[in-house]
């Protein structure tokens, strides 16, 4: 059981026991492949022991000696079984970290405290026969048993909760959209249809003399719905109420999602964005009241019960 | 049922008939498993899901909605309304196209013709004249009701955006749609409103230029925006459409936030 973390090792171990109704320490130190105090004897290498079966790993048996010979400029030699156990990652993926570090800097690979043999560069010129066997790692930077080119992932981790998508949903008070909402729909379709045929029927639109360019009416009003602008253009230079105010006002409108960053949707927290908006809207609607009937020739100030009404539809 | 001499009733018949064309092949391959039309239709849960799951409607709704979503009162029905207007418009609008020629004196013509001249030409064009304005204002309460609601905060914000545009172009179809009379009120009300357009700065002679067809409101004006409202306009509010109706299914819609 190469490169698994003691606790998880352990945690096995338990299960199995419990199972068999053996003792925890032996269970353990069958999985461990050898007798539980000699954290040293750890297989060093995964990918020659892909099948995690609980019989002594196939990797050929680690010498005891720790080389400290290599040691020499490679900086002290550390003990990767202690930091194996104080930070829970695998032996062999903290050695072959240490190994990718020392050759990226060019330094001969620190001694390890209960490092395995293969990495000890005991036979520099004997080539290896078979390219899984760890003695092809030849240059002292290569890893142990993972022969060149080949790469080897491990799968096992460990996912958070609340990492990945979270597709449950609680339970909402919903109904069917048939027969619900498209009965309302449907009803809402026939009166809307009804209300407008019976009023087309009674009130026809508009239509006065042909197009003459000779002769404006007066007042000339613009379509209702620009009214508002148009008594803007009372009060302010062209470029201001023809341009300025329309395109900021459609912009402004665009962007309202970007600038209220107020996460809440109940009116009690939104005074402030209730407030501006309604402002808006009261103000064009004032705005094109005014100047859809108060507005009589020349675009000035009339009563429309006084003076009549100048607008249409 | 048959009757008192061993005949088979009228009535009897229909149903049979009715049976017939129901459980045939045609009728089945037109209406999908779950329809009401299909044969033994049953009010189940599970066919009420499949009315909307196998209709073209799941484009629009989800199979469920939230119960306070249905109330009328949430939403008022103002955003199908207003896509219901735009299709009504299409159907009137088409309607009207039939007798209409965008060329000078003719179609102030027309306009009088259909009231005289083509039968229920008048009551179409009213409906289309009182149907656009009535779009413009769902539309505008349509927005209003979405921002009261917060309606266009994340996941949203994009279709609000979309709304807007949406928004706009529903005032220029109306716009355009306003000179086609092609009388006093559509000139001038015309003239006036794109005075405004002229404005602009930089760009303004040129829109304007490019809009009117001329630096004035001329009878080539006509043919132009006759053609920006019943097919450039509409064209570019469908695709809006069909993107707004899609983000609503994917962001949340009259259900809130998915």
Redesign the interface.
Known sequence: MAGLPDHLLRRSAEARAKAEGRDVEEVLAELKGEAPPAPQQEAPAPAATPEPAPAPPTAPEPAPAPAPAVSGAAGPARDLNAESASSGVPVPLLQRAMEGRARKEGKPVPAMAGAPAAAAPAAPSQVAPAAAAPAAAAAPAAPPAIPEGVTTQRLLTVVKAGAIQQVKSSP???????????A??FV??MV??AG??V???F???????????N???NP???????LG??EL?SYFD??V???II??FG?IG??V???I?K??????SD?KL??MV?SFF?FASAVLTIYGSFFRGPGFNFSFPWTDGIFF?? | MANGNGRVGLRERISQAGDHIRTSQVWSSIFRPGSPFRAGYTDSPRNRSYVIMNNVLYHLHPVKVKRHAVRLSYTLCLGGLSFFLFILLTITGIFLMFYYRPTSPQAYLDIQALATDVAFGQLVRNMHRWGAHLMVLVVFLHMARVFYHGAYKPPREFNWVVGIVLLTLTLLLSFTGYLLPWDQLALWAVTVGSNMGAYAPVIGDQVSFALIGGVQITPDTLLRWYVLHVLFLPFITVVFMAVHFWRVRKDGGISGPL
């Open positions: 909402q008070d919903k109904v069917n959209v048939w027969p619900h909402l498209l309302i729909e809402a379709l809307v249809t407008l045929i009023f087309s029927v009130v026809d639109a508009p239509l006065l003399e042909f197009a003459n360019f002769e404006q009416p000339s009003k613009a379509p209702w719905y620009f602008l148009q253009l062209p470029q109420a023809g341009v329309p395109t459609v409108l665009a309202i999602p970007y209220d107020n996460p809440s949707v109940k009116p939104r964005a209730i908006f809207l249409d539809f």
